[in-house]
């Protein structure tokens, strides 16, 4: 490379216009340019300030092709406007297979507002001979000449649909080489069938050749099952589109299987399809072809401002190690006026930043843990600090990519599906974002550390591993569920080794399973300490074997009733260091905003302040107990199913919510049969029913009321502190439905009668 200065493109030499003219002549001098200030030795080229109108090459679909170890500078007030055109794909500025190249500064700006979706193809009488020559068949319609170069992209696998008013089957295509004649005929179909009963496009023939000067005239003819009049024949206006109908691939700047690529402060908009997508760099038909460096690696996309474009701001779709940082992304999707959304404006997803390979519809080997030295794609990306807002859909998603970091960025305004990650994809970090109206899915072992949410919300989804911890939601909820792997407790076949469940439990042959008997009992050659794997798999049943698809365990009983059989790692969900408040509870309707179905989840130092809490567990739950600790209740109600509650605080200064059932231990569902246990609680001007079967110790109760519904559970309270409290058991029937033992107790009131109450070795302090 030489040392010499950046190179200024002159413009007069190269026959370009700075005033948004002379797109085609514009397009190829900018692409000259380049070329001879590489061939020169330069590495910086600047293109000056001005309006330069770019149009695309008919046969590549591309208007300025990048070359490796250039850097291409928009100064400042530089602006390159695509022509509008047709194409459902284009790159206004394209990195296909180079190294060290580098694009900053200026405006592209897509040809969204003019851009053709379809074109209208109008008719005369008469049709096509074989040998490609007109004739005058008057039960023919006949197309106007078709030319390929005014609609290069649309055309390229094309549709004609059905005409109202025209009566026929079928069609037929005629292709020629630059004018309509027997010499110039490439070749004809005659078995088109119309859209939308076909859905597919056409193509053209040498097309393989990529060179659309071989064919580029066409002619349609409609044989005719009715008559048409001379002026119905005139009134045809055929719709002819593009079976990629949605246009949705145009993009500001697309980078294939490039390396060491910087896209940086630019102002990108109005593309039909995304801002900036990174790809691989072409298909091969024989995998073995492919390579690593063709997926593209070492990408850097800063300072960019991207707006208005149809479809994504930017799309990560095969690189790896790529770096997104300090980008503004919005109004996705919507019309300038951040309002208006349609098909002109957006088309699906609509996301500000999407990282998708769509690797399972290619051929490519990629890394895969039955191929781990595959191909990767879409590895190592950190998205850091970008401003994602406004858009239709949605702000962030990752579909498929792996070791993930979303650090410090702010999304806001609604999002549809969430900020989120597929769960199928392993070390997916969230650290430090910011939620402004929106929300946070967690899925599969995404590690979230840091998150400030106004008036959005952090919700649980198909959860297998994940940690969530320090957050902070204010106006906002937290809700979902963890249960994924959770099986239950099956019907035991013992002569046949079986085991059934109510509804599919979804695994394969091979899974790993194990066996818990917190309620019940396993069978007899079972063990607790086993893994077993699944083996003669049916949708609603297994067996288990100790080898991987090894001979079924022999049984020798069903075990009692109530065991656990469930994947082996089920319920890895742990939430720490969250907070869930509104600065004020005007009234008492129960809005649980910590809503949580839970299958052996930990849960630690939670607060939860003008909000209600649910923690509960699937119906007739035979796992392990969800694990709560530190939770700090503040004017609140919680119902809690299958829980372990120790440490928390539960307090209240406004009129209980329900009389006396703040806070809710189990209920008379006997779906939920399992003993809650609460230690080392404190219970401040609040009321507290034992309507399950719940254990208590430890407990301070001060200005409190504890009550229990009339039905056949047991609650049992020991160890603890009553002081101006009312234990309310008058109206129960049921023999020792309470408990209560070696506590003491300060100004209170007892109500109910032995033998439906036992107070056991307790001391009374009177009201002293």
């Known amino acids: 490379m030489s040392d010499q200065a950046a190179y200024l493109i002159e413009l007069d030499r190269f026959h370009i216009n700075n005033a948004g003219l002379n797109a085609a002549e514009t397009t190829k001098g900018i692409n000259d340019a380049i070329a001879w200030a590489k061939s020169e030795g330069f590495i910086h080229v600047i293109l000056s300030r001005g309006i330069y109108s770019v149009r695309l090459d008919p046969n590549t679909l591309i208007a300025i092709q990048m070359q490796s170890g250039i850097h291409l500078e928009l100064a400042k007030g530089c602006i390159i406007k695509l022509e509008g055109n047709s194409s459902p794909n284009y790159s206004i500025i394209e990195m296909r297979g180079i190294t060290k190249a580098k694009v900053s500064g200026g405006q592209l700006i897509g040809d969204k507002k003019e851009h053709v979706y379809e074109i209208a193809v109008k008719f005369v009488r008469g049709g096509v001979n074989a040998d490609g020559t007109l004739n005058n068949d008057p039960n023919s319609v006949r197309s106007e000449v078709i030319d390929r170069y005014a609609n290069p992209g649309l055309l390229a696998s094309f549709r004609l649909w059905s005409i109202p008013g025209v009566s026929a089957t079928g069609y037929r295509f ?54 048409l009049t001379d002026s119905q024949i005139a009134d045809i206006r055929a719709k002819v589109d593009n079976s990629f109908y949605t246009h949705e691939s145009g993009y500001g700047i697309g980078s294939f299987g490039s390396n060491q690529i910087e896209i940086s402060n630019m102002d990108i908009s109005n593309c039909t399809g995304d801002g900036i997508l990174t790809g691989y760099e072409k298909y091969q038909l024989d995998p073995a072809l492919y390579t690593q460096e063709q997926m593209g690696q070492d990408v850097l996309i800063h300072d960019c401002h991207i707006h208005h474009c149809r479809r994504q701001g930017i799309s990560i779709c095969a690189s790896n190690d790529t770096h997104i940082y300090r980008n503004k992304i919005h109004h996705i999707g919507y019309d300038n006026d951040g309002v208006t959304t349609n098909f002109r404006n957006g088309t699906p997803p609509m996301f500000g930043i999407d990282i998708e390979s769509m690797y399972s519809e290619t051929n490519i080997p ?119 792997g959770y099986l239950g407790s099956p019907t035991v076949n013992a002569a046949a080794g079986t085991f059934t469940f109510k509804t599919a439990h979804g695994l394969g042959n091979g899974a790993q399973v194990s066996f818990e008997q917190w309620i019940g009992k396993i069978p007899t050659g079972i063990s607790v300490d ?3 794997y699944t083996v003669n798999v049916t949708s609603l049943g ?20 109530g065991f656990n059989l469930s994947r082996y790692n089920y319920g890895r969900c742990f939430l720490s260091n969250i907070t869930v408040e509104r600065d004020w509870r005007s009234d008492n309707a129960l809005t649980p905003n910590f809503n949580l179905l839970a299958a052996g989840a930990v849960i630690d130092n939670i607060t939860i302040k003008n ?22 209740l503040i004017e609140g109600s919680a ?3 299958g829980c372990h509650i120790s440490n928390s605080e539960f307090m209240r200064a406004k009129t209980p919510l329900l009389g006396s059932t703040d806070i809710q231990l189990g209920s008379s569902d006997t779906k939920y049969m399992r003993q809650i246990t609460l230690r080392n609680g404190l219970f401040q001007s609040l009321g507290l029913v034992m309507d399950g079967n719940a254990v208590v110790t430890g407990t301070t109760f001060i200005n409190a009321s504890v009550g229990k519904a009339d039905n056949a559970k047991k609650a049992i309270i020991a160890h603890s502190y009553f002081d101006n409290s009312k234990l309310n058991f008058n109206w129960l029937r049921q023999n020792q439905s309470v408990t209560v033992a070696k506590s003491v107790f300060k100004g209170i009131t007892i109500t109910g009668t032995t033998p439906y109450i036992r107070l056991e070795d307790n001391t009374d302090l009177g009201t002293a």
């Not at 050749?209 to 005239?217: F, G, H």
């Not at 080898?547 to 009733?561: E, N, S």
């Open 174 to 227: 005629y292709q020629y080489k630059d004018t309509v004649s027997s010499a110039t005929l490439v070749g004809f179909r005659t078995n088109g069938v119309f859209a939308p009963a076909s859905s597919g496009g056409r193509g053209w023939f040498l097309d393989e050749m990529k060179d659309i000067s071989v064919n580029n005239k066409m002619v349609f003819v409609i044989p005719l099952t009715a008559p």
């Open 366 to 484: 990629y890394k895969s843990a039955e191929r781990p030295n595959g191909l990767e794609l879409n590895y190592r990306i950190h998205v850091e600090d970008n401003y994602i807002y406004s858009n239709v859909r949605g702000h962030f998603v990752n579909a498929d990519g792996t070791n993930i970091v979303v650090d410090g960025n702010t999304f806001e305004g609604n999002n549809v599906g969430g900020v989120s990650s597929n769960p199928n994809f392993p070390n997916v970090k969230y650290v430090n974002n910011s939620f402004n109206g929106c929300e946070l899915w967690v899925q599969g072992d995404n590690f979230v550390n840091g998150a400030v949410f106004q008036k959005g919300n952090l919700k649980l989804l198909d959860v297998r591993g994940a940690v969530v911890q320090n957050c902070q939601i204010k106006d906002g909820m937290v809700y979902g569920s963890s249960v994924y």
């Open 530 to 532: 086993k893994l077993y």
């Open 542 to 561: 297994f067996q288990v074997s100790e080898t991987l698809g090894g001979a079924p365990v022999t049984i020798k009983d069903a075990g009692t009733p």
């Open 611 to 632: 909000y209600d809490l649910s923690l509960l567990v699937p119906a007739d739950y035979a796992g392990r107990p969800t694990v709560v600790s530190g939770l700090t």
């Open 639 to 641: 119902r809690f199913e």
